[in-house]
């Protein structure tokens, strides 16, 4: 159970103390998208719209825009409730294929973005507050940043329908609260990792406050690797129901990244899970060998067990994992259009998807766990998020991307039987975190600089108890 402690009651120094943990997505979890179509801000919307929640994008992705107003010359259609990122003082561009904003799938013929400010089809996308719309605005609390297509009618289009209330657009979201990397010497960059993205869902769509973050573990996150983890999301841009923005990141978000989440010092903290070592990550060749933060030795910085060992159940092992993801948001045929599997390589299990390719790859873990625990399959991860391009490394890593890695990182978690070891150590330890990999050795049980990783923490006043979760790389031929 994680929480924040509530109403503590105590008596004397000597005396026990009660507590309560109220879990926090109770009180602090908001609505994401948090506003929605109605006339008090958009008086023209047609009812078919009204109730509509209003997009939260980040990345190059799409989503329906609905009709906000619609006048004798022109329509309005609403993208998201933030400003669409571009240069500052330029046009949207239109070179690279990714920072364009595209309506219906494309633009035009030639497969090719628009800039706004104008085009040939008649349409411009606008940056503005919810007073473009509403001419009762006079400013103020209730006021919102918006995102909205502006369609100026064609000769033809004048008394028919030819422009549908609805329009599908991609588009890119900036205007970013936070840049890891803040210098007047660095040119602005549109970020697209998931760190980012969760830095901002919980200080914007959350009742988190910038304080109440521990920023720094964001930032190591985000610097040990996650920057190479680009998403494109689009938060209700398919649909007319809205989620708490928390629930959102522990059911959609969390589960497309190796991730702990946690407490420190009071703060909400994260750290990424890496398996690489290598901060760059050597996506050339399979290597994992990861980073080893202290050394806990038995009658030294540890000072007993706080427990028995435990073996993991077989229930815990995997090893076949299918990921659906989406390698292009142009492509037609639904979010998923993409399957990736990593496997054992045994015949009949090989998936079969009716509608997607998929791409099986035979991973040494996953032979090594089969032929000693059996074929043990694991749910099919929906990854609706993960971008679709290479890692971005120079050269780029062709064939290698975030859904590759999520599915590496899982051939090596989940592929052995884990030993779970609670250990009691002194306050030298308390740089550690769920998250950091360490070396425990204890004459008694044989261990010596095994391998292990710290799963949770408690911190208490003359101690620390640790609970490590053994380490076993399965694609060695040794394992």
Known sequence: MSGRIINPKWGNK??????????????????????????????????????????????HTATVCPLVEDSATEKKYLIAEHHLWRPEGGWFATTDGYTGVFVDGYANDAHTP????????????????????????????????????????????????AISNQSVVTGLFAGMPLRWEDSPDVPYTFPRDIITLLYYLYTRYTGYSESQIDVDSFQGAFEDGLNLWNVNSAFNGF???????????????????????????????????????????PYHGISTDPTVKADLIYGFNVLDRAGLIEEGDLSEIRND????????????????????QFTNGTGPQIYKDPVYPTEVIIHPACVNSAAKFGHRPGEIIYCQDLFYQDITLEPPIKGRTAAH??????????????????????????????????TYSEDNIGYSYKKCLIISKNVESYKITYKLRTWENMSSPDA
């Open 14 to 59: 000597a005396d026990t103390f009660s507590f309560s943990m109220e879990d926090e997505r109770a009180t602090l979890d908001q609505w994401l998208p948090p506003h929605i179509i109605t006339k008090d801000w958009f008086p023209n919307a047609p009812d078919i719209s009204l109730g509509m929640p209003i997009t939260v994008l980040f990345g």
């Open 405 to 438: 890695l999520l599915c590496e990182w899982m051939a090596y978690f989940y592929t052995f039987r884990p030993k779970y070891i609670p250990v009691i150590c002194d306050h030298s330890t308390a740089f550690l975190n769920p998250g950091d990999f360490v």
């Open 239 to 281: 649909g007319s129901d809205r989620m708490k923005t928390i629930d959102t990141i522990h059911r959609r978000l969390l589960p497309q990244v190796p991730l702990f989440e946690f407490y420190n010092n009071g703060k909400l903290a994260v750290k990424f899970i890496n398996i690489w070592g290598d901060k760059n990550f």
């Open 321 to 340: 994992f299918i990921v659906k993801y989406n390698p292009d948001i142009h492509q037609q045929g639904g979010p998923y259009v993409k399957v990736l």
């Open 114 to 161: 628009f800039a706004s400010g104008g085009n040939a089809n008649g349409f411009q996308v606008k940056n503005g507050t919810v007073f473009d719309f509403n001419n009762n605005s006079t400013g103020g609390y209730n006021d919102i940043p918006v995102s909205y297509l502006l369609y100026t009618k064609q000769p033809a289009d004048i008394g028919t329908e």
